[in-house]
């Protein structure tokens, strides 16, 4: 079953090599029972290790079964030591996590067996442990440990039995009940491989070989090998086993190490939340800065709307010199044949002239001062102010010079609370004037709130209400952006003409684009949703170099455990992606706790500062798909690192 040929194995000191192994040839039978013996650093344990291709020779043949194994891929020892071979540690090397009964279902995880939980019950049961299967490591005694390592040993039906030393942490009793299974398993037709130092336990195989200084002294068979054994190792076909298909991410496997991966993040979670803070605020941070950015985006939004579509602003004066007048004849006064002459222009939609005071407006004992605005008829749909509540003013009410108004909301709560205005009749500036509407709310614009506003008939402000006879600014809404430009030129040269205008123009009067003041906010509404969520980018990154450092730290620490895994049938793609799933379980769980924390400071923020936030279904995929991402960029390194690393090498970490 087992031929090495002129087996040698050195290990390196820096320049120096010392030779654990020289020239060792060895054959091992079907159903053997072999105790190997000699004093420490004779070679022992690492024979042991080359049998169980848990390290290399550098020189040298080892054939199982007729088929050359000593050159093989991580991955086909892999299979091979899940498959062939069943290992029982000296130190147990059981995970102090799990149960017992997770502890034995490791090798059938990466064997990709089904019914894993009932063949791991059935071995403990058989090593007379059903009764401890819920039980930890550290509540069970020594030789209750190292029955647990046996049955895990078992799980998979190995052909081989390799025990390490296997009483030499027990004391008598335990030592003699461990013996006695491994004398059954090889009744059974189990080839045993043992280790030991201990004549007394090498007494119970039945063929003991010594060694000294990486060398066979001698090879006593104390009965032959029996011709018949239930295993049929014999027939046993490696090259059969190598080509079967190792899938370790298919669907059970990675619902095992998804499982193993939140065991192993429970198991540490003062650690692990510590680890999750920085992708947590992180991912809060992008939830919260992406919601002030989209409130502020819907509220520059209604602001845009308010402003109408395709809208030019027609003032008198200069707009370099805003608020003060450069002589008698520098402001253009507009006036209604303007209007009229502006409406005849073909590209021009609608027209409004409009007059702006202040006034005091009155309802019983209840008084607010706030601006008067009186428009035309046209400008309820060119500004998107046709009240929700009540009703725009009609055509013959602007002709009659009508009181009517329409107030703003923050008028109407000033000066009727909770009750409805509509039909109720108020003062401004001592005039009666009848409530027929509430402009829809249009918040507030820096220092400036909107909505403390009320609108007459432009007729009515100018002739009843500010004692003007020329409007202070047009509207003029263009059908289409196209035209903007040229129907800018065609207003500027009627104006022009109309009031004999033979100097500079923009000492006179001055046009603004509204669409062009659309643009700009709407660029700067993206730069600065673009700015916070860069920032808060920089707190996930930095989050991540956390969980990079916890991972780190996690593979240094589970050296014994990747060994061990790695000695049980796992290849470098489980344990790899073993690591990256406990990462992306950090990263997506402190995601989620982000997302909830981030919500809730936007609606915070929303109460008690009274910002604009909408937290939107786009910033929430946007922050968990990110979470997830750092969590296999920033995991991606350590396990590697945990992947690479040599079975033997991890088991003897300390």
């Known amino acids: 079953m087992i031929k090495l040929v002129n087996i040698s194995k050195a290990y390196r000191t820096g320049s120096v090599s010392v030779y654990a192994l020289r020239d060792i040839s060895l054959h091992v039978a079907s159903g053997e029972f072999v105790a190997i013996m000699g004093p420490s650093g004779s070679g022992k344990s690492t024979l042991m290790h080359l049998l169980g291709l848990l390290d290399t020779p550098e020189a040298g043949s080892y054939k199982l079964s007729g088929t050359e194994v000593s ?77 647990v390592a046996i049955a895990r040993a078992l ?83 490696v090259k059969n086993i190598m080509s079967e298909k190792h899938s370790s991410l298919g669907k059970m496997e990675f619902a095992e190490h998804l499982r193993q991966s939140i065991r192993a993040v429970l198991s540490n979670k003062v650690r692990s939340f510590l680890s999750m803070l920085g992708i947590l605020f992180g991912v809060a941070a992008v939830i919260a800065m992406l919601a002030l950015g989209e409130g502020a985006k819907a509220s520059m939004e209604e602001r845009i709307k308010s402003l109408g579509s395709n809208l030019l602003s027609i003032q008198g004066g200069s707009m370099k010199v805003r608020g003060a007048q450069r002589g008698a004849g520098s402001v ?45 008829y046209d400008y309820g749909l060119m500004r998107a102010a046709i009240p929700e509540i009540g009703r725009w003013f009609t055509m013959d009410e602007v002709t009659r010079r009508d009181k009517v108004v329409i107030i703003g909301s923050t008028v109407a709560e000033k000066l009727f609370g909770n009750k409805n205005p509509i039909g109720e009749t108020i003062k401004i500036n001592r005039i009666y004037f009848k409530v027929i509407g509430i402009v829809p709310e249009k918040g507030a614009s820096g220092w400036r709130d909107r909505d403390d506003i009320v609108y007459v008939p432009v007729t009515t402000a100018m002739h009843r209400v500010l004692g003007k006879d020329y409007f202070d600014g047009i509207f003029a809404e263009i059908y289409d952006d196209v035209s903007m430009e040229k129907a800018q030129e065609e207003i500027e040269r009627l104006i022009i003409k109309r009031h004999r205008i033979n100097k500079n123009p923009e000492d006179y009067f001055h046009m603004r684009n509204m669409s062009e003041i659309q ?129 033997i090498e991890a088991l003897r970490y300390e």
């Open 71 to 147: 050159k093989l891929t991580d991955a086909e020892s892999a299979i091979l030591r899940n498959h062939l071979f069943g290992f029982v540690f000296q130190q147990f090397h059981l995970l102090g996590r799990v149960t017992a009964l997770e502890n034995t279902e490791l090798p059938l995880i990466y064997a990709g067996k089904r019914n894993i939980i009932e063949n791991a019950q059935k071995k403990l049961e058989e090593v007379g442990l059903s009764t401890r299967k819920k039980h930890r490591p550290s509540e069970l005694s020594g030789g209750e440990q190292q029955r």
């Open 155 to 237: 799980v998979n039906d190995p052909s081989i039995i390799f025990a390490d030393e296997p009483t030499g942490n027990l004391d008598t009793k335990s030592s003699y009940e461990i013996m006695k299974i491994l004398e059954e398993l090889n009744k059974s037709g189990k080839t045993i491989i043992m280790v030991t130092h201990e004549e007394e336990i090498a007494k119970h195989a039945k063929r003991i070989i010594v060694m000294r200084d990486g060398k066979i002294l001698s090879d006593e068979s104390r009965e032959k090998p029996r011709s018949e054994v239930k295993a049929g190792a014999s027939g046993l076909s």
């Open 332 to 376: 253009t006064r507009f006036n209604p044949s303007d209007i009229d002459a502006i409406k005849e222009l073909p590209m021009v939609k609608m027209v409004s002239g409009y007059a702006n005071g202040s006034a005091q407006a009155v309802y019983k004992n209840e008084n607010w001062n706030t601006r008067v605005e009186g428009v035309g």
């Open 519 to 647: 643009e700009m906010l709407t660029s700067t509404t993206k730069t600065m949703s673009l700015l916070l969520g860069c920032i808060a980018a920089i707190s996930l990154l930095v989050g991540g170099i956390g969980i990079m450092n916890i991972m780190l730290v996690s593979v240094t620490e589970r050296t014994r455990e990747i060994g061990l895994r790695k000695a049980i049938g796992a290849c470098k793609k489980d344990i790899m992606s073993q690591f990256l799933i406990e990462a992306v379980v950090m990263t997506f769980t402190g995601g989620l706790i982000g997302i909830a924390l981030g919500a809730g400071t936007a609606l915070i923020l929303s109460i008690f500062a009274g910002w604009a936030t909408k937290v939107s279904v786009f910033s929430i995929i946007l922050a968990t798909t990110f979470s997830v991402a750092v969590g296999i960029g920033f995991g991606l390194w350590p396990a590697k690192k945990a992947s690479e690393l040599e079975p």
